[in-house]
């Protein structure tokens, strides 16, 4: 299911592509590439690895679940080097210092599009969108909220499948449910930017 609501949320960041971006001094600029990061649970959600793809909306939906499995592979497996060696720091240095550090290193990195070799920051580590999935942990329906260090513009939130009666065309059915939240940053723009992203994530989930 991840790999279809990551699809799908790329298509749908593709059709409002004229309001990704980032703010940087206060100002939006646009971002040609289009990326959407995926947070993946390590051992039962004791720590989050991102995984960021870009341009998603390229790629066919066997494409993208090759990429995004040997991602979640690596992360499952603590060989994201690019994690390791940023979240190295944080095991020694008290929670007051890496909040404004990350504040300032994320801006610098993601706001700024400026690389920080000595933690293994590329200038494209972060997507613009943030797809996390509590789903795996047994959770039905969470409300996630934004990231200040991801400088995302919004983020969606996918429960566990269950199964529910519902009625489906007037009969009484045992039918698979997920939930999804969406959360975006209102810096961005009002409701409407975000109406084709959700118009196309809803179409595709219904007929991928």
Not at 8 to 34: E, N, P, Q
Request: aromatic letters at 8%; proline letters at 6%; glycine letters at 10%.
């Amino acid at each position: 299911m991840t790999h279809l609501l990551g699809h799908a949320i790329g298509w749908g960041l593709h059709k409002m592509r004229r309001d990704v971006g980032r703010l940087t001094w206060g100002y939006f600029t646009h971002s040609k590439k289009i990326g959407i990061t995926c947070l993946v649970d390590v051992e039962g959600g004791s720590d989050l690895v991102p995984i960021t793809i870009f341009d998603a909306h390229t790629m066919s939906v066997i494409e993208f679940a090759k990429i995004c499995s040997e991602k979640v592979n690596r992360a499952k497996a603590k060989k994201d080097e690019v994690h390791n060696q940023s979240t190295a720091l944080a095991q020694y240095i008290p929670s007051f210092i890496i909040q404004p550090m990350a504040q300032i290193l994320s801006y610098l990195n993601i706001a700024l599009n400026l690389p920080i070799p000595p933690l293994g920051l590329k200038s494209d580590n972060f997507g613009h969108y943030i797809l996390t999935n509590i789903g795996t942990l047994g959770v039905k329906q969470g409300f996630a909220p934004l990231c200040p260090p991801m400088r995302s513009i919004g983020l969606t939130c996918a429960g566990t499948i269950r199964k529910v009666p519902l009625v489906v065309d007037g009969e009484l059915k045992i039918q698979s449910i997920l939930t999804t939240t969406n959360t975006g940053d209102h810096r961005f723009g009002d409701a409407a930017i975000w109406l084709p992203l959700l118009k196309t994530f809803s179409g595709y989930m219904n007929d991928p």
